[in-house]
Every structure is written in structure tokens, then in C-alpha cells.
């Protein structure tokens, strides 16, 4: 199997495989993701004090970690576009992306080729209705070097694993770009907003020379998220392909 090294290129599973990619999808509008009865939404946060030119890597990175300190749990409808190396084009799709801290998640795809990507803590399941199949891998093959679990729950400091640049801070948003210290890994750019250091979107580029993009919008904090939505047993009659950590 294709290898993946991280949970976005994960996150299209078929996508990395020539012979399974869906063909591309046109551009497509975004509802706000599913807002769970009962849920509050924390306000926004202020603006951010430190004026744009005073502002300098380390922080930037500084506010970015107390952000997601704070951050329970993160909602956002996404757009997902992925250039693979050799098939020519994009794979576009988009949904709801939900998160909860420490490392649950889930993408649900409404646009594009239909899957789920749940993560519970312990297994990342990728489900594919269509091909009748659901990829199963554990946390350590799937987030090994980082990736968008890593970033939002703060696992570690991904600044002792990658070089730090400060691309841009002079307008409405933050670029920054992390260079893997190591000679396997995704280059990482990350777009956040200079007020809240929210996160809006996300680029990895893989060894392979794959890109994945991915937008996110309709931004929710700390919404009350029900266990249940990071939980996946797979239906019965599914396939289930489990990858093991030596990738077999």
C-alpha cells in the first residue's frame, strides 16, 4: 500500500492511489458545519495587541501554542485540494472537520468522493462507502511526523522538529512556514488570523512532492462535541485494511 505520512494526505486515502482517484470536483459552496443542540460557542478572541511589525517568529509561534491551549475543541467546514505527483490535476473535496483535544477528529466529506476519517484516540479509520472498504491504522504509522492533529492539540513542539519562518504578518493574516529538521517530512505552511490566531488554512507538501491544501471556515471554538462523533465500528459486510507500523 501507499505509503502516507501524515493525517492529511490520509485523509484521502483514494486520492493517493492512481487508480482509485476520483476525478476532480468543481469548486463548491460551504455550509457551517453541524452545530450539536445545547452547544455555546466561545466569543471571539480580542485583537491581538502586539503590532504587526514589532511581531517576530518565535511570537508568533508563542501566540499561536496559547491559542490552542485554550482550544477544547475546534469546528470549521473545510475545502481539501490535493495535487498528487504523476496523475495530473486536482482532487478537490470539502465538509465539516471537527477536533477534540488531545487527538480526536473526524472529516466528514459531503463533496467530492464520499468518506469519513475518524480518529478516537487510538485508530485512524478511513471509510469509503463506495469501495466497500475502510483503511485502519494506528496513530503512531499515521501521525509519526507531525500533521494537523499534531498542530492543533499540541502534542509536543513541533519547533524542536522544524525550523520556524515567518513568512508574512503585515495584513490580515499570519503565513508561517515549518521546515523538518529531519531528511523525511512534510514542508508545513500554515495561514493563521492575526487577531485570534485561529487556524484558516494549512499546506503540506509530502517527500513525494504531493500537495495538500486545505481551507477552513465557519471557525467554532469550544463547542460541546458528543463522545459518539469520534467513535466508528465499520458496517457490517466492510472490508477492513489494517496497516501495521512497519507499513505491511
Known amino acids: 500500500p501507499t505509503r502516507r505520512s ?4 490520509l485523509a484521502s486515502a483514494a486520492a493517493a492511489d492512481p487508480e482509485k482517484a476520483p476525478q476532480p470536483a468543481p469548486p463548491v459552496s460551504q455550509a457551517p458545519p453541524a452545530v450539536p443542540p445545547g452547544s455555546t460557542q466561545t466569543p471571539p478572541a480580542a485583537s491581538n495587541a502586539e ?3 514589532s511581531r517576530t517568529v518565535d511570537s508568533v509561534w508563542t501566540s499561536y501554542r496559547h491559542r490552542w ?3 477544547a475543541t475546534y ?3 473545510f475545502s481539501q485540494s490535493i495535487e498528487i505527483d504523476g496523475i495530473g490535476g486536482d482532487v478537490d473535496s470539502a465538509g465539516s472537520f471537527y477536533f477534540a483535544r488531545p487527538d480526536r477528529m473526524l472529516f466528514d466529506y459531503t463533496e467530492g468522493q464520499e468518506q469519513r476519517v ?3 484516540g487510538e485508530w485512524i479509520w478511513v471509510y469509503q462507502p463506495d469501495l466497500e472498504q475502510v483503511y485502519k491504522v494506528d496513530y503512531a504509522t499515521a501521525f509519526g511526523s507531525g500533521g494537523l492533529v499534531a498542530l492543533l492539540g499540541n502534542r509536543d513542539d513541533l519547533s524542536e522538529r522544524y525550523q520556524l519562518s515567518l513568512l508574512d504578518s503585515s ?3 499570519v503565513r508561517l512556514r515549518l521546515t523538518p529538521m529531519a531528511e ?6 500554515l495561514v493563521m488570523s492575526a487577531d485570534s ?3 484558516e488554512s494549512v499546506v503540506m507538501t509530502d517527500p513525494a512532492g504531493s500537495v495538500t491544501r486545505v481551507e477552513f471556515s465557519d471557525i467554532r471554538r469550544n463547542l460541546t462535541l458528543e463522545d459518539a462523533l469520534f467513535a466508528f465500528s465499520p458496517p457490517e459486510g466492510i472490508d477492513v485494511i489494517t496497516a501495521m507500523p512497519d507499513g505491511g
Open 6 to 9: 501524515s493525517d492529511l494526505s
Open 51 to 53: 503590532s504587526p511589525g
Open 75 to 77: 469546528s470549521a467546514s
Open 171 to 173: 495584513g490580515d493574516v
Open 118 to 120: 475518524v480518529g478516537d
Open 69 to 71: 491551549q485554550s482550544t
Open 184 to 189: 523525511v517530512g512534510e514542508l508545513i505552511e
Open 197 to 199: 490566531f485561529d487556524l
